[in-house]
């Protein structure tokens, strides 16, 4: 049986009640390559349908894992409702963090680059999203909190809210803000620049798709997330709210 299968079989069968503590004997993922495989695998296991992929290319990313790449994840049907409103149990995950996204429906499959005027042309629509992001693996002495072992989880996405629909061509993404209120407190901005903020991200994403041979299909979906300082943790009994001005908020309240 290969590393990649191992690794793979691993994250498939965890639990939210028994993560992956240690990659098994000999196999943990040692490159960016491995990773995306394992990723990969791990949906093939489990019988997942893709629609689509998740997207970090924000600060907290870079800073966190020095690098200057992005990392992407796939998204799974099971996984992804559309909803502005819901409630989560915190039962049904391991560790809990909120996430905001945008996330852009494709409009026709992405063959060929992109610059910054075919890119809208593949753009059928953005809507405000959030991604209640998960770690299947326990970070400690022997898993470190890495890029490889990062992506290998799929990038933690684990439950995407995708909400209403938000005029991305009227808003200029590159100076746009957007915050998070926790039971009504404003807790985190995340402000975004010329090189860092969706549309860019978006960009990047499509090209590095074509180069990589990555499948982004028409009706697929693309997350990105926002330039926010860190994953906002969540504790039984509150209310988070992700807004941008002039776009509708994401609602995630919190039960036991």
Same mark, same amino acid.
């Given at each position: ?101 945008? %996330?852009?429906?494709?409009? !026709?499959?992405?063959?060929?680059? #992109? *610059?910054?005027?075919? /890119? =809208? ?49 009227? %808003?200029?993404?590159?100076? !746009?803000?957007?915050?998070?209120? #926790? *039971?009504?407190?404003? /807790? =985190? ?68």
């Amino acid at each position: 049986m290969s590393s990649i299968l191992k690794c793979a079989q691993a994250l498939a069968a965890a639990t939210p009640k028994a993560r992956v503590a240690a990659w098994p004997a000999g196999c943990a993922p040692s490159t960016i390559q491995e990773a995306y495989e394992i990723q990969k695998e791990v949906g093939n296991i489990l019988h997942k349908r893709q629609v689509g992929w998740k997207v970090v290319d924000n600060d907290w990313l870079h800073e966190r894992f020095e690098t200057d790449q992005l990392a992407y994840g796939r998204l799974y049907s099971d996984k992804v409702q559309e909803s502005a409103t819901t409630s989560i149990k915190l039962s049904d995950y391991f560790h809990p963090r909120i996430e905001p996204h945008y %996330t852009f429906k494709i409009s !026709s499959d992405v063959t060929e680059s #992109v *610059d910054y005027y075919t /890119i =809208q042309s593949k753009i059928a629509g953005m809507r405000t999203t959030v991604d209640v992001t998960d770690a299947r693996l326990e970070i400690n002495d022997e898993l470190k909190n890495s890029f490889v072992n990062f992506i290998a989880d799929n990038c933690r996405s684990e439950h995407v809210l995708i909400g209403e629909v938000a005029n991305w061509i009227q %808003t200029d993404l590159g100076t !746009s803000e957007s915050v998070i209120y #926790v *039971d009504k407190k404003h /807790i =985190q901005t995340a402000v975004h620049t010329d090189h860092i903020n969706p549309l860019a991200s978006l960009h990047r994403f499509l090209n590095q798709a074509v180069k990589e041979g990555l499948q982004v299909k028409r009706g697929q979906w693309v997350s990105i997330a926002l330039n926010f300082p860190v994953q906002q943790q969540v504790r039984e009994g509150q209310e988070v709210v992700a807004y941008t001005r002039d776009m509708t908020e994401n609602i995630v309240r919190v039960k036991e």
